[in-house]
Structures are given as C-alpha cells and as structure tokens.
C-alpha cells in the first residue's frame, strides 16, 4: 500500500466554532443546551424544596431563607429564565420534527421569540410573586 | 482477518445499532408532558410564594396535586437525565471519565426522583414531620 500511515486516514472536520458567524438560531441551539444543564439543577433544587417541606417548618424555613436570600432569588430568577426558554425552544424542536419552521426567516424569529418569551415570562412570574408575597404578609 | 480491515470498512453496511431512537422518542414524549405540567408548576410556584408553608402543605395533601407534583419531579428528572447523558455522550471522549459522569447521572437522578416522590407522598398521606 502507498499510504503508509496505519488505520483510518484524516477525515475532514465540520465547519468549528471558530469560523462559524454568529447568528441567533445558532445562540438559541447552545442556549438551550445550556438551559438543559442549569434546569438539571433546578429539578435538584425542587427536590431538596420537597424534602424540605416534607421535614417539617423548621427545615422549610431554613430552606426557604436560603432561596428567598439575594443569591437565592437571583439563581431562581436563571432557573426561571432557563424553565422559560427550554419549553420554548422544546417547541420550536417539536416543529422542527414535524418538518416546519426550516426556513432562515422562521427559525430566526422563533429563536428571538423564544429569547423574548424566556425573559418577560421570568420577570412576569418574579412580578406576581413578589406583589402576591406583600399582599399575604 | 478482521485485523486487516479499517473501523470504517467493518462498520459500514451494518447500519445504525436500532436503539437510538428510544431515547430520542422519550426525550419527545416527556418534552410534551412537561409542556403541560411547567405550567402547574408555575401555578404553585406563585401560591407558594403567596401562602408560603401552610400553603405547600396544603396543595400536596390534595391527592391530584400529590399525583401532578410526583408526575412533574420525576418526569422533568427523567427528561433532564436523559439530556444529560446525550451532553456527556457528546462532549466527554476518555471512556474511564465518560462512564463516570453516566452513572454520576443515574445515581443523582434517580435518588432525586426517589427523595422527591418519597417527600411528597409522606405529605399526601398526611404524616407529620
């Protein structure tokens, strides 16, 4: 044989990320991806939140205080976005499996649509916590 | 003999390992569950943040509500362990750190699911804490 190097012979490589231009449907593929990761944490969280409720007012409250402290709210605030954003762009997937919404035009709107819904739907529900919170005390 | 064939030659004509779609379908099937039950979640998470304790306590010692929150946890659980082993599957190549993480994921997801259902069944049954 003229190939003297052993085994498979160097494949071509798909476009990397380097050479890639930044476009939104392309932000939204990685966002939700990242979202997946931050919700894995979420469902953890809410599982503590059960045990906790479970344990008794004691154990609620210290946990409640946790989440309810400034760095509680703010990582509840990314969950929600996260939440948000993840059921969205599982939408756009759901379309995509149906063969709809290939198109640049499509995929580019539903992708900003999907950054947009994620972000006032979480300032939405944080708004209406937190005006319900000061209604009941 | 098979020593003189390539990875490529011996994989090719085979066609796919006819598993891989399970995972994908149930990535679909519990993507559209939790569509509905995010937005039963979202609901309690605003009663809570309204009543609080009392309030929780009282949501989950109602049998549908126990039911829905069970469905949510371990539903969003299985849906997140999926994905995850779909991120280690991509990202992770040495095959000792890869078949960690996996089982990492197994072991904290399943042990969430059960902390979780265990939690709020002891609330639906009305025990005491």
């Known amino acids: 044989m003229a190939d003297a190097s052993p085994g498979l012979r160097e494949r071509p490589l798909s476009p990397h990320v380097q050479v890639w231009r930044w476009h939104v449907t392309m932000a939204a593929s990685i966002f939700n991806r990242v979202t997946g990761v931050g919700l894995y944490v979420g469902w953890l969280i809410l599982a503590g939140w059960a045990l906790a409720l479970a344990s008794g007012p004691d154990a609620y409250g210290a946990y409640s205080s946790v989440l309810t402290s400034i760095p509680g709210q703010i990582v509840l605030f990314g969950v929600a976005v996260a939440l948000f954003f993840h059921l969205a762009a599982g939408v756009r997937h759901l379309f995509w499996d149906s063969g709809k919404g290939f198109m640049p035009r499509t995929a580019g709107a539903s992708a900003i649509v999907a950054f947009v819904f994620a972000i006032v739907a979480a300032i939405v529900l944080f708004v209406i916590a937190h005006i319900s919170q000061g209604s009941a005390s | ?129």
């Open chain 2, 1 to 129: 003999m098979s020593l003189y064939r390539s990875g490529l030659g011996r994989a090719r004509g085979l066609g796919s390992a006819k598993h891989g779609v399970g995972a994908f379908i149930a990535e679909r099937v519990s993507g559209v569950a939790l569509i509905l039950l995010t937005i039963w979640l979202v609901w309690v998470a605003v009663a809570v943040a309204r009543g609080g304790y009392a309030e929780a306590r009282s949501i989950l010692a109602s049998p549908v509500h126990a039911a829905i929150a069970i469905l949510t946890v371990d539903v969003g659980l299985y849906h997140a362990m999926i994905g995850m082993r779909v991120i280690v599957e991509d990202y992770i190549e040495k095959p000792l750190t890869k078949a960690a993480l996996l089982i990492l994921n197994a072991l904290v997801g399943w042990a969430a699911a059960a902390i979780a259902t265990v939690s709020i069944l002891k609330i639906a049954f009305g025990a005491g804490a």
